[in-house]
């Protein structure tokens, strides 16, 4: 009880005001944890964000007011060091929130540091269900790995510890089965918009082929043209596709992996 | 209520017993209508669904009665003029289901044809709700339309008219959208699946990825190390994919793809 108290008193600044930024800082604020501090160099994110969980907002790393017990970094990875190079944490608990980085890139900033990953895609203008998004925690000491899992059991159902090259492994694996997919719906919409026909037709089989792999492994639940070897569609599509070279070097690319997968 | 009752009064016959003659035909049963028989050349798919339909079914295309109203045309492309070269349909009206042949496939066999195309991804263990399903209908006469129509309309709420063209183009749009999706899902998981990690913790991040785009446009929704031009991750990446040369390729090229799309 007295653990959970203190989990609960602590305070946290957003290094960045960005779609995870936003999110995260969101959840924490509505579970009741108290947000010290918002930073972005670009002033209307800071602004929106800071506005939004009613706290204040800097634009200069050297602003930052070092007083917050844990500093979460949500910044592009590349942006990293450029703004924490500026800031002079002590050696309070900084945490990076990327899939990509290891827990080391934090190691000359602080004696005590740590990774929140949640596993989601975010967009500003869409709400989340946080206590449904998977989180995976690493820290340098045993007592931050206590802190950080109980902070993250206070808005997720699902938090489990993972080193930085399995979380590196997870990331590349949701960029596949996120960003690429994402990304293919796109390309679908863009191809039915040269004949005039809405994106909305769509809509029942995208939910259906992700909910499908909900119960069923998708390596079970593939079906279409290249898995079915049924070469004469395939080769309609890529003479349909002539007017979008870059899809159709993609259809192709893709259809041959198809195949090659599954005639194993 | 004329009309309808013959509609009702129709009864058809189901040429191929696959994922999509499956749903299809027990979608028509449950509303009321009579299917006569099932075909298949393979004994155990005509015998599993034709029990499923409490009906009899043959595996030689010479056996099949010609006395159904309808013959619902559900086979591979290509093995669509060897089965259908067997048949003497008189002038019943003949269908096909799928969405890359052309209508025109059909003419020498009837004088009666059309093409109903249910959009979706089906596998034979998973029910679908059919209402949800887009239905496109095609004929070659105003009669036929009319027949198919509003039998498409006993199923589904989503019924619309479309030519073989613009089908054609769909059923492109549908391989990106929905099998080409769930390779990715696969993809993931084989990834995942060199760390030991279970392909569950991509469940709440693949359905989120289909939700958002119930609402937003995808290519509002993208997000990932491609879309912010994030090189290190990406390069990081690849590095990671070392074991897997396939699926490297395709990280780059789409990675290149979504590059040069948004770059624009």
Partial sequence: MNLNFKIMSLNFCFIGAG????????????????????YSRTELSAKELAATLSVNYVTSADEIDSNADIFFVALKDSAVDEVLSQINFGNKLVVHCSGSLPLSKLEKYSENIGVFYP???????????????????????????EVLLQIAHEISDSV?????????????????????????????????????????VLKPLIRETAEKVQ????????????????????????NELNEF??????????SKSIFEHYKK
Same sequence: chains 1, 2.
């Fill in 245 to 254: 070279p870059d899809y159709l070097k993609l259809y192709n690319s893709i």
């Fill in 215 to 238: 119960e069923m492994h998708p390596e079970k639940a593939q079906t279409g043209p290249a898995v079915r070897f049924d070469e004469s569609i395939i080769s309609a599509h890529l």
């Fill in 19 to 38: 779609n995870l930024a936003t999110h995260l800082s969101k959840a924490f604020k509505n579970r009741g944890f108290e947000i010290s501090q918002v």
């Fill in 119 to 145: 596993l989601q895609t975010f967009s500003k203008s869409r709400d989340v269900n946080f206590k449904e998004i998977p989180v995976f925690i690493e820290s340098n000491s045993a007592k931050n790995v």
């Fill in 160 to 200: 489990s510890i993972i080193d930085s090259d399995r979380r590196k492994t997870l990331h590349i694996s949701a960029v596949f089965a996120c960003n690429f997919v994402n990304y293919f719906y796109s390309v679908a919409a863009d191809i039915l918009k040269s004949k005039d026909i809405p994106f909305d």
